[in-house]
């Protein structure tokens, strides 16, 4: 599905000792020994463009957004959208345009991944699959591409095409891509998972730095870490873990950015993936509260899983690969404030207990009177991200999705945090 600033923090003290708002643009001429710029991004869910219009994003509060999504096809020389989002596409476009907001779309996503290997396997394939892209940027004067590749050398959705050589390949498509006299003048990301690009061998690549020369940035998507697949309520998109018990350390922020910079991708390309949306599960009452308070890990009921924002006890979707299945439990951070679980100020309402876990530097909020408990994030958990990137000296940070927040509250926290008062020009 798919959501850091590069500081050099040693040139800069007085501007974050004294926590003065700096706009992204001026951040990034005073900060970034390439000019590079402050990335403050989103993903914008195409199939909500009905009740969330372009026109009503919080513009000036971002340097990109991101169209999602374009899927790929059996044929390189296509990708698809459905009808609403081929017609929403230029009004996102003339927004952006008219903020002066690079407009991106992403090609892929968790459902729509199938042939990306296919579609890059082979030289005369790539050219025909960059010729693809490059044409369709045209036509809709976009700024820039996102792929979201989920994965490379893995099934993901449980369908995808898959081989051994996907990661090789997708580099070479890259490399020509960025060839491209159209595709050298575009912004060109990926979303990526927590670990590096898979190799040929199965394992995690230990040296991405060939990806940095065609990417301006990798968004690291460190959410979904924890969820109905899980064996216990855990956080949905963890800061760090290592505080935590082994078998509770699924994957972090931390130990995101240690893999791929390790891995030798640069940091100051690295964008952090944010969740403005949480998990539910069914947890009974006497395992859920020991002594007054949530409890950290508790088990739960897998079956039913409580319906998600949007969604009804009786509620099927199929996906890609014809798989049937039930809610999906999800509510975004607006639609955690809609159900009752949280004020219109993103606090916890009266009746709803909350825990915030200082290891992983995430909330959870659950409601006695129906055992739900969602593992979400918030204005505290946003800041302490937007801390992290500052610290690190990430590129920026991208949400998933626009959509999702409620009256930026989210989008206002992390942006504090890094220092950004306002992306406008």
């Known amino acids: 599905m798919k959501k850091i600033l590069h500081l050099l923090l040693a040139s800069v003290p007085f ?7 700096l706009k992204a643009r001026q951040i990034s001429k005073a900060l970034s020994s390439d000019d590079s710029e402050v990335v403050a991004a989103a993903w914008y869910p195409s199939w909500l463009g009905t009740t969330v219009p372009p ?31 081929t017609a929403l596409l230029p009004k996102f476009v003339e927004q952006a ?45 976009l700024d820039g591409l996102d792929f979201d590749w989920e994965y490379p050398n893995q099934a993901g959705i449980g369908c995808n095409a898959m081989s051994p050589s996907d990661s090789a390949n997708f580099l070479l498509f890259l490399q020509e891509l960025k060839l491209d006299p159209v595709g050298s003048k575009l912004i060109i990301s990926a979303a990526v998972s927590i670990t590096p690009f898979t190799g040929s061998d199965g394992k995690p690549m230990s040296d991405v730095s060939a990806f940095a020369d065609s990417l301006d940035w990798i ?36 130990s995101a950015v240690a ?9 100051n390309k690295i964008v952090l993936g944010v969740a403005a949306y ?27 899983q409580p319906p998600g924002e949007g969604e009804t006890a009786n509620t099927k979707t199929t ?22 679980f949280l004020t219109s100020k993103g606090t916890p309402a009266s009746n709803i207990l909350y825990r915030f876990d200082n290891c992983s530097q995430t909330p959870y909020v659950y409601n006695p009177s129906t055992s739900v408990e969602i593992s979400y994030d918030d204005a505290t958990s946003f800041a302490s991200k937007g801390s992290f ?34 992306c406008s020009t």
């Open 389 to 422: 990137i500052k610290e690190k000296a990430l590129k920026g940070f991208a949400m998933w999705h626009a959509a999702g927040d409620y009256k930026d509250i989210l989008l206002d926290s992390i942006s504090a945090a890094i220092g950004i008062d306002d």
């Open 278 to 304: 949480g998990h539910s599960f069914n947890v009974p009452k006497d395992v859920a509260i020991v002594n007054s308070q949530l409890a950290p890990y508790p088990t739960f009921v897998k079956s039913p």
């Open 15 to 21: 501007a974050f000792a004294h926590h003065t708002p």
């Open 55 to 85: 026109e009503s994003l919080s513009w000036d509060k971002y340097t990109s957004m991101t169209f999602a999504f374009a899927l790929t096809t059996s044929d390189p020389g296509a990708v698809s959208m459905d009808a609403d989002s």
């Open 319 to 340: 996906d890609s690969c014809g798989v049937t299945s039930g809610p999906t439990g999800v509510f975004s951070f607006s639609g955690l404030v809609t159900a009752g």
């Open 219 to 254: 968004a690291l998507m460190v959410y979904d870490v924890w969820g109905s697949w899980s064996d216990f309520v855990g956080p949905n998109a963890p800061l760090a873990d290592s505080c935590a018990a082994a078998n509770l350390q699924q994957g972090s922020v931390e």
């Open 97 to 141: 345009k008219s903020h002066n907001v690079n407009a991106m779309i992403t090609i892929g996503g968790w459902t729509g991944s199938q042939f990306f290997s296919t579609n890059v396997a082979t030289a005369a394939n790539r050219t025909i699959f960059v010729k693809t892209l490059t044409d369709l940027v045209t036509k809709y004067q």
């Open 259 to 267: 893999a791929w910079t390790a891995a030798k991708f640069p940091i």
